[in-house]
DNA sequence: CCTGGAGTTGTCCTA
DNA sequence: TTAGGACAACTCCAG
């Protein structure tokens, strides 16, 4: 090792395990660790709120594994890094690739430039099992539909990299006069001004040592029965790793690898273990969409949605976004989304496609609150799967698949504790009237000591009605062009 | 080249 | 009560 100063530039990647970049900036100098806000260059997908709240947490448990010496910036880092390097004399960048537009864009420019100054980079996969590029079809095009991306794409190109350790030592830079540990963390002013968020840190625990332990916990106690439980809001047979693994406090590599081996051990039936994997095949899949077709997060893949009979109706969508629509399934669902910054994957299924279908808004307002609310957050992930539940995307949900508000909470909440416990309005009904409260005799109301109109709302759309409405205007698309 | 089968997550109607 | 089919169109791939 030489006495070298070289920069690592911490992004997507907060942690030290499994972190290639981190690794090879370790091996060749003192590593000088860094993290830069961009508000500049990401456009209308700033960071939301709930994705500051975590950052703030997530940085404040790197800092405290690199002895408070991470490095913190807030800017262009198109001006930011080469300054930076030149103050410290570096002779080297590393950092692991991200894969949004925007950073690709930025990112490619920061290489060239820095690159013509006559400065090292040197960039990493980091934070996927396959890079985008490498999974294509025989044609070279990219793939369309999830099933043949996954079994053939993914399944028979060459394993991932196995996970790497912790770089050892890790000899840090000291150069003086840089804004650095937690003042600087808080400098950034991620946390908001009241009250929420404080409940968040009840329920996260936000970083490398955090990821660790969710991922423990749900081998251990959540993989066996995953591939049933997972549709069940109120059962533990979720990983929840979506945070983590969107701000690289876990690396994908960490994950499949872990869940590999209690598969080979035998310590869950394989179609829990298998559906589990292709779940990460799922995060790999928007990754992919969102790096072949850019406009993703914005435009529909499908042009013929182009045409789609949207409604404009903000009293609905303000509804929706309180957990006010007087559907209690969909009420619990994004009431958990705001209390504690996720939803249940089963639950995000049925709030989008009651936006989308029944309440008839478009996808881009549903994609915009999650975007703000979602502690994981994440381009590719959050506008892929609002493309598929609106019908307009790669492999989307076909346009008749509209959830009933009603049976779904049904099926998949059947004792009701999933929605007795966010929306406790209605927690005194008996199981039989939960889900439609409407439909419970006066009697029944009184003694649940619900007042609807008043207590609680009375639905906001005839379900029926609107799936029809829905359908009609689904089916009027096919006459355009 | 053509052809047939299959494809994350649903609902409703009919027999 | 329950099981099966209809609801589109397209992508992908194996034969």
Redesign the pocket.
Known sequence: MTGETVIHWFRQDLRLADNPALRAAAAQGKVLPVYILDDVNAGIHKMGGASRWWLHHSLTSLNASLDNKLVVLAGDPRELLPQLVQQVGAKAVHWNRAYEPWRISRDSAIKASLTAAGITVDSSNGSLLWEPWEVL???G?????????????CL?APPPRQPLPAPDPLVLSTHPDLARGDTAIAGLGLLPDHGWGDSLSDIWAVGEAGARAQLSGFLDHGLAGYKAG??FPARRNVSRLSAYLHWGEISPNMVWYAAQQHLQNGACPDQDGD?FL??LG?RE?SHSLLYHFPDLPRKNL?P?FDHFAWRDDPQLLAKWQKGMTGYPIVDAAMRELWQTGYMH??S???VG?FLVKNLRLHWHHGEAWFWDCLVDADLANNS??WQ??A?CG???????????????GE??DPDGAYIRRYVPEVAGLPDAYLCSPWTAPAEVLAGANLRLGETYPRPIID??QS?EAA?AA??AL?TVE
């Open positions: 079809k025989n044609d095009t990219p793939y369309r539909v999830f099933t043949p991306f996954y079994r053939r794409g028979t997972r549709n559906h292709s779940e799922w899949f499908q013929r994957n089963r995000r299924m049925i496609s892929a799967s598929w539940i019908g790669a492999d989307a949900a076909p346009y008749f698949r509209i959830f009933n508000p009603i049976t779904q099926k998949f379900a029926k799936r359908l689904f089916a096919k």
